[in-house]
């Protein structure tokens, strides 16, 4: 098993739900970590002091996208900790819309913030995970599984990680470096804040076989397994209640 304890992380998007929730159970199990946000906010300080509070914790604040800002996150992370041993790519968001109706900028945004910032993450931590054997999880979803309407970008993009992740377990496995995906359903995080009650209704009645939704924790716990489990590489594991397995009502 890959021994957490004394490693270095970082995480995207890890101020708020899935991120903020793995991040407390790496901190937990003696790991440092780095979390990455947008911007510095009450809700991330917050978190931060969380972590602090149980262990080594760092913040660092930006946007994700891009060379220089990949490699500055990582940077951050060898400043803080002097090692780099898990990478966790939470960041993201919606891309709502039909192909005649999302813009073409809003399409490449959504690559630009899902596969992109991974490719440039990836390199920049490549030297860091290579050193001693490390482990990467993406955060995919269900709906790069199956279909769901009007959202063309999210479903291709989140469809995207899977593949990459495979890919890149392969082409690094023999540097020890171990690479999976994780595809949440619907978790009760900021992301389905604008979910209707009708709609959440239905989900639990009729979407979800387990009938309730998920909570970042159900989600974290899984990507703690595959970061430990270090004979598990190039895989996808939905985390859905069931969702998706089955014919939608």
Known sequence: MFDIANKAALITGGTRGIGAALAERLVEAGAAVLITGRSETAESRAVLARLQGKGRAAAHYGDIRGQAAAQAAVAATLAAFGRLDVLVHSA?????????????????????IHVHAVYHLFRAAHPSLAREGGAVVLLSSVAGLRGCPNAVAY????????????????????????????????????????????????NIANRIPLHREGTPDDVASLAMELIR??????ECFAVDGGMSMRITA
């Open 92 to 112: 993201g968001g919606a891309a709502p819309g039909k192909i005649t109706d999302i813009s073409p900028e809003n399409w490449m945004a959504a690559f630009d």
């Open 229 to 234: 489990n270090d004979f598990i590489t190039g």
């Open 155 to 202: 479903q291709t993009v989140k469809a995207a990680l899977p593949q990459m992740a495979r890919a890149l377990a392969l082409d690094h496995g023999g540097e020890g470096i171990r690479v999976n995906a994780v595809a949440p359903g619907i978790i009760r995080t900021d992301f389905h804040a604008a979910m209707t009650p009708v709609a959440k209704a239905h």
